[in-house]
Structure formats: C-alpha cells, structure tokens
C-alpha cells in the first residue's frame, strides 16, 4: 500500500500538537491559545507555509513570535523565558528560530504589543490597545467618556471597555 502524502491539515495538526505541548511545559494556556490561533492563520493562508519544512522548526517561530510580541524574555515577566531557550527545546538552531519568526512577522506585519497577539491578562498594561483616533488626534481610550469606550468597543478598535478607578478614600485622620 502507498504511503499517503501529508496534507495540509496534518502539518497543521502537527505543529498545533507542537506548540501544545510546549506551551503546557514551559508557558502557560494563554500562551498555548495566542500560539494556536497564530498557527490557524499560518494553515489558512494559501498556499500554507507549514507545508512546506519541518513541523518542529515553525512550532518554534509561532511560540517565539507570540514570546516576542509580549517580551517573553524580559525577567519582570511570569512566565518568563529567554527566546534562545524555545529554540533549543525544539531542537532548532537560533538562527533558523530567529528566522522563522522573524518570516512569521514580515508575513502578518505583527509588531512588539500588538493587540491582536497580546497577552488578555495583560491587555490592561499594553498603550497600543487602547491608542485610538479622535477628531484627528490620537489619544488613551480608558480616558475617555463611556458613550466613546462603547462606540470604540462596537467598532473592534479597542478590547473592552477597562474599570474605572476608584476614587481614592480621604483619610479618616483628617475626618478627625
């Protein structure tokens, strides 16, 4: 019997399977959810990339460009991981990481804090979701009336609409 030719589905299965299994290893399931839809658009796209080369070699640029996007290398981060480290646990050498990702982003024009590939638990602390356009100046969202926050929110141009701040309580000492 001959053997069946890889389809486009099972690249993509593969690398989904992949980028799983790091995530749940290394990162956390909000990086394993950014990863897969990365990878969902990357099996759309005609013709798909994943058909072409190795499996382990674009599950590491799909992680390191969800990882760039929000400075997974950076200490302050939980969880946090140098992008060299993806890499290595793929098996793939940094510069072919480096290069996938780097093709990935040309591709998709994904630049440093894009909102689309942002991190939902840290959307609050991200300028570039909320930076907004109005009447020709471009301005902070989360400082805006609430009919605008609607407005943008109906329209996609922002991701919800934040808290307001509480008002700071006056100390009871001056009360006194």
């Known amino acids: 019997m001959a053997k069946r030719k890889p389809s486009q589905e099972d690249a993509k299965n593969q690398a989904v399977g992949l980028v799983d299994a790091f995530c749940k290893e290394h990162l956390n399931e909000?990086?394993?959810?950014?990863?897969?839809?990365?990878?969902?658009?990357?099996?759309?796209?005609?013709?798909?990339?994943?058909?072409?080369?190795?499996?382990?070699?674009?599950?590491?640029?799909?992680?390191?460009?969800?990882?760039?996007?929000?400075?997974?290398?950076?200490?302050?981060?939980?969880?946090?991981?140098?992008?060299?480290?993806?890499?290595?646990?793929?098996?793939v050498g940094e510069s072919t990481g480096q290069g996938k990702s780097m093709l990935i982003r040309k591709m998709f024009k994904i630049r440093p804090m894009a909102p689309e590939w942002s991190l939902r638990s840290r959307m609050d602390q991200n300028p570039m979701a909320w930076m907004i356009q109005v009447n020709g100046f471009l301005v902070d969202a989360r400082i805006l009336k609430r009919e605008i926050q609607e407005e943008a929110l109906r329209k996609g141009l922002i991701p919800y609409i934040p808290e307001r701040p509480q008002p700071l309580m006056e100390d009871d000492d001056e009360k006194e």
């Open 30 to 91: 909000e990086y394993a959810e950014l990863c897969r839809r990365l990878t969902e658009k990357l099996a759309r796209k005609r013709p798909s990339p994943l058909f072409s080369g190795r499996p382990n070699t674009w599950a590491c640029g799909i992680v390191r460009t969800i990882g760039w996007v929000n400075f997974l290398d950076d200490r302050s981060q939980k969880p946090h991981m140098k992008l060299t480290a993806i890499d290595k646990a793929f098996g």
